[in-house]
C-alpha cells in the first residue's frame, strides 16, 4: 500500500570524512508521524578538523550547492558546525544567505539552513542564555566555537574539548567518553547542556538520558538540525526520545 504521507527531500551538504549526520538526521525525521523524508548529500573533502582544511573544505560549497538543487530539495542543511564558527561571528547567516542567493539564481527557493544557525536556533527556542558544551575539537578551534556562541549572546558557563583532530575518528567517539566529559562541567548555572557540539560526534543515544541525569535540557548539533528542518518546512517539531527540544510543538518561523 502507498505511503499517504506527504514526501520532503532533504539536501545535506558534509564534509567527506563525516559518516553520522546522514545517520542521526534520518533517524531522527523518521520519527515524525505525519511525514515522510528523503535524504541526499554532496560532499566536501576534509578530514583532519584543522582551520586550514574547513577553509579549504567551505571553499568547495557552491559545487555542493548546485549538485543538491538539481535534487530539487525542499531543505538544504550546511551540516558542519565547526566549518562555520571558525569563520568568525556571523558567519552562519552569511552563508545562509550566499547559499539562498545561489540556489535561487538557479530558481530554486529551498529552506536554507546550517548546522551552526540550527544550534543557536535550538538554544533560543529553549529560552537557554547561559550553556554548557562538549566539543570533540582541539582547544584552539574549541575556543572559536565558545566565542561564536558568546558573541551570538550565550554565556558559556563551562566547556570540554576532547582534542580529536581526525574527523573519522570523532565519528567514533563513545558515548561513555561524552557523557564523562559532560560529568565534569559545572552546570549548576547553566540552563541547556550541549552534549555534541559537532554533528560527527556521535549523540542520539546521550540526549535523553542526559537529560534524566543531568536534570537539564541537552541537544546536540544532530538534534538542533532536526529541529530547526521540521521548522522551517512548516512541521511540528516534536519527535519522540529527542530530548526537550524537540518534545512539544513550538511556534513555527514568522
Given at each position: 500500500?502507498?505511503?499517504?504521507?506527504?514526501?520532503?527531500?532533504v539536501g545535506?551538504?558534509?564534509?567527506s570524512?563525516?559518516?553520522?549526520?546522514?545517520?542521526?538526521?534520518?533517524?531522527?525525521l523518521?520519527?515524525h508521524?505525519?511525514?515522510?523524508?528523503?535524504?541526499?548529500?554532496?560532499?566536501?573533502?576534509?578530514?583532519?578538523?584543522?582551520?586550514?582544511?574547513?577553509r579549504?573544505?567551505?571553499?568547495?560549497?557552491?559545487?555542493?550547492?548546485?549538485?543538491?538543487?538539481?535534487?530539487?530539495?525542499?531543505?538544504?542543511?550546511?551540516?558542519?558546525?565547526?566549518?562555520?564558527?571558525?569563520?568568525?561571528?556571523?558567519?552562519?547567516?552569511?552563508?545562509?544567505?550566499?547559499?539562498?542567493?545561489?540556489?535561487a539564481?538557479?530558481?530554486?527557493?529551498?529552506?536554507?539552513?546550517?548546522?551552526?544557525?540550527?544550534?543557536?536556533?535550538?538554544?533560543?527556542?529553549?529560552?537557554?542564555?547561559?550553556?554548557?558544551?562538549?566539543?570533540?575539537?582541539l582547544r584552539?578551534?574549541?575556543?572559536?566555537v565558545?566565542?561564536?556562541?558568546?558573541?551570538?549572546?550565550?554565556?558559556v558557563?563551562?566547556?570540554a574539548?576532547?582534542e580529536v583532530?581526525?574527523?573519522?575518528?570523532?565519528?567514533?567517539i563513545?558515548?561513555d567518553?561524552?557523557?564523562?566529559?559532560?560529568?565534569g562541567?559545572?552546570?549548576?548555572?547553566?540552563?541547556?547542556?550541549?552534549?555534541?557540539?559537532?554533528?560527527?560526534?556521535?549523540?542520539?543515544?546521550?540526549?535523553?538520558?542526559?537529560?534524566?541525569?543531568?536534570?537539564?535540557?541537552?541537544?546536540?548539533?544532530?538534534?538542533?538540525?532536526?529541529?530547526?528542518l521540521?521548522?522551517?518546512?512548516?512541521?511540528?517539531p516534536?519527535?519522540?526520545?529527542?530530548g526537550?527540544?524537540l518534545?512539544?510543538?513550538?511556534?513555527?518561523?514568522?
Open positions: 500500500m502507498t505511503d499517504p504521507r506527504p514526501l520532503h527531500r545535506l551538504v558534509v564534509p570524512s563525516n559518516v553520522t549526520v546522514e545517520t542521526e538526521i534520518p533517524a531522527l523518521a520519527r508521524k505525519d511525514t515522510r523524508f528523503s535524504f541526499h548529500a554532496s560532499r566536501m573533502r576534509m578530514h583532519q578538523v584543522s582551520p586550514e582544511e574547513l579549504a573544505m567551505n571553499a568547495q560549497r557552491e559545487r555542493c550547492v548546485d549538485e543538491l538543487a538539481d535534487a530539487g530539495v525542499d531543505a538544504l542543511l550546511y551540516a558542519c558546525l565547526v566549518a562555520l564558527m571558525a569563520q568568525g561571528p556571523g558567519e552562519h547567516q552569511r552563508t545562509e544567505k550566499a547559499v539562498t542567493e545561489q540556489l539564481a538557479r530558481g530554486r527557493n529551498p529552506a536554507v539552513l546550517s548546522s551552526a544557525g540550527a544550534l543557536v536556533e535550538g538554544l533560543e527556542a529553549l529560552g537557554a542564555r547561559r550553556i554548557a558544551l562538549v566539543t570533540p575539537y584552539p578551534l574549541a575556543e572559536q565558545v566565542a561564536y556562541l558568546e558573541a551570538e549572546g550565550f554565556e558557563v563551562d566547556w574539548a576532547l583532530a581526525d574527523n573519522a575518528e570523532v565519528g567514533c563513545p558515548g567518553r561524552v557523557l564523562a566529559a559532560a560529568r562541567l559545572d552546570l549548576a548555572r547553566a540552563d541547556a547542556l550541549v552534549i555534541s557540539a559537532c554533528v560527527q560526534m556521535p549523540s542520539l543515544a546521550l540526549v535523553a538520558p542526559a537529560e534524566e541525569e543531568f536534570g537539564l535540557p541537552v541537544l546536540s548539533a544532530a538534534t538542533a538540525g532536526a529541529y530547526s521540521l521548522r522551517h518546512l512548516g512541521l511540528t516534536a519527535l519522540t526520545g529527542a526537550r527540544l518534545s512539544a510543538p513550538l511556534p513555527s518561523p514568522s
